[in-house]
């Protein structure tokens, strides 16, 4: 089974950056997604790309500054945050799709980080 290590979370004030990684063990030709859970909410999508790193979707609260890559040769897919601001504190898990798609919903993605604080300070 493929294991999925986040890194790269941390503490940052608003308007700044963040380069979020996901090392997965073993190759991953599925979609990847990023996700988020911030404290007393329900975990919500990010970001996800598909097998091949040609498609991209976003959720609107991140879309214009929020990258999400990937690096098949590493197995590792990267999330660029910039223009952070606080409500994006949380913490952010990094999932592993069942299908070639990236997709927005939870129950497509059956491998789960340990996830990666990242707090955003006004």
């Given at each position: 089974?493929?294991q999925l290590?986040?890194?790269?979370?941390?503490?940052?004030?608003?308007?700044?950056?963040?380069?979020?990684?996901?090392?997965?063990?073993?190759?991953t030709f599925?979609?990847?997604?990023?996700?988020?859970?911030?404290?007393?909410?329900?975990?919500?999508?990010?970001?996800?790309?598909?097998?091949?790193?040609?498609?991209?979707?976003?959720?609107?609260?991140?879309?214009?500054?929020?990258?999400?890559?990937?690096?098949?040769?590493?197995?590792?897919?990267?999330?660029?945050?910039?223009?952070?601001?606080?409500?994006?504190?949380?913490?952010?898990?990094?999932?592993?799709?069942?299908?070639?798609?990236?997709t927005s919903?939870?129950?497509?993605?059956?491998?789960?980080?340990?996830?990666?604080?990242?707090?955003?300070?006004?």
């Amino acid at each position: 089974q493929v294991q999925l290590v986040e890194s790269g979370g941390g503490m940052v004030q608003a308007g700044g950056s963040l380069r979020l990684s996901c090392a997965a063990s073993g190759r991953t030709f599925s979609g990847m997604g990023w996700f988020r859970r911030a404290p007393g909410k329900e975990r919500e999508f990010v970001a996800a790309i598909n097998w091949s790193g040609s498609t991209t979707n976003y959720a609107d609260s991140v879309k214009g500054r929020c990258t999400i890559s990937r690096d098949n040769f590493k197995n590792t897919v990267y999330l660029q945050m910039n223009s952070l601001k606080p409500e994006d504190t949380a913490v952010y898990y990094c999932a592993r799709g069942k299908y070639s798609d990236g997709t927005s919903k939870t129950n497509d993605y059956n491998g789960w980080g340990q996830g990666t604080q990242v707090t955003v300070s006004s």
